[in-house]
C-alpha cells in the first residue's frame, strides 16, 4: 500500500489529469443544474408546486401556522424535505456558487469516502442544516433552498484531514491523492491548527454577517447561516463515522 502512495505521489506530472473530480461530484453538479433547467422550462405555476413539495418549509411542522392537507405531499414531506430543498436552488447563479465550493471541497472527500459513503454524507449534513433552521426557525412559512448546508458539511470534513500531509492542503495537485488515504489526526490537534482556527473562524464571520445583513436566496428571505453552521457541526464532528481511513495503534504521529 506505501509503495502504491509513493508511486502515486511521485508520478511524472505530465501523466497526471488537469481535472481530477471524483465522478460522484460530476454527477451531484449535473444533477443540480439538470433540476434548476426543468424549474426554469415548466412554468412559474407548477415551480411554485414543486417548491411547496420538496423545499423545506418550518411551517410544515407547525399546525398552527398550516393545517393539515394545505401543504403536499404530506407525512412523506415531513420527512424527504429534509434532503430534497438541497437539490433546488433561486436560480443558475445559486446553483453555480455552491457548485464551485462542492467541487473545491466535496472533491477531495469524494475521494476520501468513495462514492456510496460521500452521498450518505452529503444527505446527512443537509439534513442537519434543515434540522437547525427548524430550531431556529419554527413556524416560518418561507421555504429554504440550496445545497449550502451540505456544501459547509464537506468544508468541514476536507479540514479533518487535508492538513495531514505534512502541512501542506489536501487539494493541492502533488498531494491530494497521497491526503486521501492519510489517517485523519484527531479533533482536538485539528481544532488547534492555526490554520483551521483561521478559516473557521473566517468562514463563521461571513456566514453570520451575510445571515444578519445581506438579502439574498428567493422572495425576502435571507442567507440561512443556522442551517451552513448545522451541516458544517455535522460533517466536523459525524466525520469519522464515514472516514474509511483508519489510524493505527502504533500510529503516534497523530495523537491528541
Request: overall charge neutral; hydrophobic content about 55%; some cysteine.
Amino acid at each position: 500500500m506505501i509503495g502504491v502512495l509513493d508511486a502515486t505521489r511521485h508520478a511524472d506530472p505530465r501523466h497526471q489529469p488537469i481535472f481530477n473530480v471524483p465522478a460522484v461530484i460530476v454527477v451531484l453538479v449535473a444533477l443540480l443544474v439538470a433540476i434548476q433547467l426543468v424549474r426554469q422550462l415548466v412554468g412559474e405555476e407548477l415551480d411554485v408546486e414543486i417548491l411547496a413539495l420538496f423545499a423545506f418549509i418550518p411551517a410544515r411542522f407547525d399546525a398552527t401556522v398550516f393545517a393539515d392537507g394545505v401543504l403536499p405531499g404530506g407525512s412523506g414531506a415531513d420527512v424527504w424535505t429534509f434532503v430534497t430543498y438541497a437539490f433546488l436552488h433561486a436560480d443558475f447563479m445559486h446553483v453555480g456558487i455552491n457548485a464551485l465550493w462542492l467541487l473545491a471541497f466535496g472533491s477531495p472527500v469524494a475521494r476520501r469516502f468513495g462514492a456510496g459513503r460521500f452521498l450518505v454524507f452529503f444527505l446527512f449534513t443537509a439534513a442537519a442544516g434543515a434540522g437547525l433552521h427548524l430550531l431556529t426557525h419554527a413556524g416560518e412559512p418561507i421555504p429554504m433552498i440550496g445545497a449550502s448546508a451540505a456544501v459547509s458539511g464537506c468544508m468541514a470534513a476536507a479540514l479533518r484531514f487535508m492538513f495531514a500531509t505534512d502541512g501542506y492542503a489536501a487539494w493541492r495537485a502533488d498531494t491530494a491523492q497521497h491526503a486521501a488515504h492519510m489517517p485523519a489526526p484527531p479533533l482536538g490537534r485539528v481544532l488547534r491548527d492555526r490554520r483551521v482556527i483561521s478559516f473557521v473562524a473566517v468562514w463563521f464571520a461571513i456566514n453570520i454577517a451575510f445571515g444578519l445583513g445581506a438579502p439574498s436566496g428567493i422572495a425576502s428571505g435571507s442567507v440561512a447561516w443556522e442551517a451552513h453552521i448545522g451541516g458544517f457541526l455535522a460533517g466536523l464532528f459525524a466525520f469519522p463515522l464515514f472516514d474509511p481511513v483508519r489510524r493505527t495503534p502504533g500510529d503516534r504521529r497523530y495523537a491528541d
